[in-house]
């Protein structure tokens, strides 16, 4: 029988994951690696026809190096394409359309008040182009209303790319900008859902909770005070309020918890939660990094609910290919290393804990949720302390503390978000939506008071030394605080029996 540490398609998707980093580190490099990866591949199905060698033997070698060296290939010509692009090699002011990709994210300090947007370039004066990436900066108070989709017309001043992207240049708005006609639809309507909550928990709800909210249910966190934003991410709580992996595994597998638990056959399940990632992202906006979130989540799902467990590393593997193939940039992502990290958790160690959690009488959806949040911290710790030099003492028990009020945030919010949007302002659905929102004050309250208290400590964000020795360190540490839980809890068991 195959084991769940099926490794036949994580190999080849971490030397097409090196083979992208080689080639985004060093570009002049990246031929050298497909000359030796095709030299090698020939080499060895040449050893392999005159009997010297079998396919048995040498079958994932020929796969992995074939990968490599098609991931080398692929983006070499990605590399070419981009600096072939009339504005790469250009520098002064000029006229460009360009199309908004997604949100634009306020630049530190806010009293600066330029905000920066990922853009596509669609047009140079008045002449169509290819699409190509770009990061633009302007003023926040004209681009912040700005929603993915919308095409715009502005004066901007060109500059080199960002090293290590797939970028063509940096634009830095000097003109204001001018619509070019309206965003797609889906997208306008989603836009006009988030501006419905936002003004929905700002009417029902206190601050914070009524900046939370949205970030909680559809990853909208620009109404959340700054001192709450600090006490999630001290409290190893970010995740919750950023379209990650881990954040898609979490909201779908609350509401996969909720069908099973109003009788849902189980065998359904998987595709109910496919339903809901892609309703999901259609209503979060399908950015690039929502897409990789929403795949991650997928396979994490497809772990959980599955019978036929050895598929699951086979299912990331083929997710990490597609996803660097697509777009090469996450190869040196920390959302990406951190989504992958945390499906990996999810499939590897899920169900174990899952398991564990049942022998401790933990009902199973809730079971199922705990098992995603623990599984998912445990293994993501020593990478955030990698690329941040800090390790959360207490993250692990705050994820514990607030999951369960998560999957009621979820749904019931969601829930506010649509019925919401009906109709007009002060309506029936408006009112529907305010009840909602408040019902969900008390579970709001406990989030910010977890987060609050167990952020607010000094010790809660301890640094770490940078690099690999911190992310050691933080693995170490980790697997104690794991230890320690599981103990207590069987002392717990014991007393109780």
Same mark, same amino acid.
């Given at each position: ?8 398609l ?6 097409? !994951? ?7 580190l ?10 030796v ?17 079998s396919? @048995?033997?040498?079958?994932? #070698? ?15 010509? *990605? ?6 692009f ?9 006229? =460009? ?27 140079i ?11 633009l900066?302007?003023?926040?108070s ?13 004066? $901007? *001043? ?15 708005? =000097? ?6 006609g309206?965003p ?37 966190i ?10 999630? *991410?001290? %409290? ?10 881990s ?13 099973a ?5 189980? @065998? ?12 999901? $992202?259609?209503? =979060?906006?399908?950015?690039p990094?929502?897409? @990789? #979130?929403?795949?991650? &989540? ?5 772990? /959980? ?6 598929? %699951? ?12 193939l697509?777009w ?20 590897? !160690?899920?169900?174990?804990? @899952? ?9 199973? &959806?809730?079971?199922?949720?705990l098992? /995603?949040?623990?599984?998912a911290?445990?293994?993501t710790?020593?990478?955030?302390a990698?690329?941040?030099g ?6 692990? $028990? ?10 009621a ?5 969601? %829930? ?9 302002p ?7 939506a ?12 406990w /989030?910010?008071?977890c987060?609050?208290?167990?952020g607010?400590?000094? !010790? ?9 020795? &911190? ?11 794991? /230890? ?5 809890a069987?002392i717990?068991?014991?007393? *109780?029996?």
């Amino acid at each position: 029988m195959t084991s769940v540490r099926d490794l036949r398609l994580v190999v080849p998707a971490a030397a097409v !994951w090196s083979t992208t980093i080689v080639g985004l580190l060093a570009p002049s490099a990246i031929r050298t690696v497909v000359i030796v990866c095709v030299a090698a591949g020939v080499g060895v199905s040449g050893a392999v026809g005159l009997r010297l060698l079998s396919w @048995r033997s040498v079958g994932i #070698a020929v796969l992995v190096l074939g990968m490599a060296a098609t991931a080398g290939i692929a983006l070499s010509f *990605r590399v070419a394409v981009i600096h072939q692009f009339p504005l790469h090699d250009d520098r002064g002011k000029v006229t =460009v359309t360009v199309r908004v990709v997604d949100d634009p994210v306020p630049l530190r300090p806010a009293a600066s008040g330029r905000s920066r947007v990922r853009v596509d370039v669609v047009a140079i004066g008045e002449r169509a182009v290819r699409a190509a990436g770009a990061h633009l900066v302007g003023s926040t108070s004209e681009w912040a209303q700005l929603v993915p989709g919308q095409r715009v017309r502005v004066l $901007v *001043r060109v500059r080199p790319p960002p090293d290590h992207t797939m970028l063509v240049a940096s634009l830095t708005a =000097v003109g204001t900008p001018t619509l070019v006609g309206a965003p797609p639809a889906h997208q306008r309507v989603a836009a006009h859902i988030r501006d419905r909550l936002r003004t929905v928990s700002a009417r029902a709800l206190g601050s914070p909770e009524s900046g939370l909210l949205p970030g909680l249910v559809l990853g909208d966190i620009s109404g959340l005070d700054d001192n709450v934003r600090e006490d999630f *991410r001290d %409290a190893g709580l970010a995740h919750l309020t950023a379209v990650s992996g881990s954040n898609f595994a979490i909201v779908c597998g609350a509401v996969l918890a909720l069908l099973a638990l109003l009788g849902c056959p189980r @065998r359904y399940l998987p595709i109910l939660g496919l339903a809901v990632i892609v309703g999901f $992202v259609i209503l =979060v906006r399908p950015s690039p990094s929502v897409l @990789r #979130a929403a795949l991650m &989540g997928a396979v994490g799902l497809f772990a /959980m609910f599955s019978r036929r467990k050895a598929q %699951a590393l086979p299912s990331l593997g083929t997710a990490v290919i597609v996803g660097l193939l697509w777009w090469p940039e996450l190869a040196l992502a920390p959302g990406f290393a951190l989504s992958v990290a945390a499906t990996a958790g999810i499939v590897l !160690w899920g169900p174990a804990i @899952r398991d564990w959690l049942w022998d401790y009488r933990i009902p199973t &959806g809730l079971a199922e949720v705990l098992a /995603m949040a623990i599984a998912a911290q445990l293994v993501t710790a020593p990478i955030i302390a990698l690329i941040s030099g800090r390790f959360s003492i207490v993250a692990i $028990v705050a994820n514990i503390l607030v999951v369960p009020v998560v999957a009621a945030i979820s749904i019931v919010g969601t %829930a506010a978000a649509l019925v919401g949007s009906i109709g007009g302002p002060g309506g029936f659905c408006w009112i529907i939506a305010e009840l909602l929102a408040r019902i969900l004050g008390p579970a709001l309250w406990w /989030m910010v008071t977890c987060a609050g208290v167990l952020g607010g400590w000094a !010790w809660a964000s301890i640094p770490v030394p940078d690099g690999v020795p &911190g992310a050691l360190l933080a693995a170490a540490a980790t697997i104690v605080l794991a /230890m320690g839980l599981r103990r207590r809890a069987r002392i717990g068991t014991s007393a *109780r029996r």
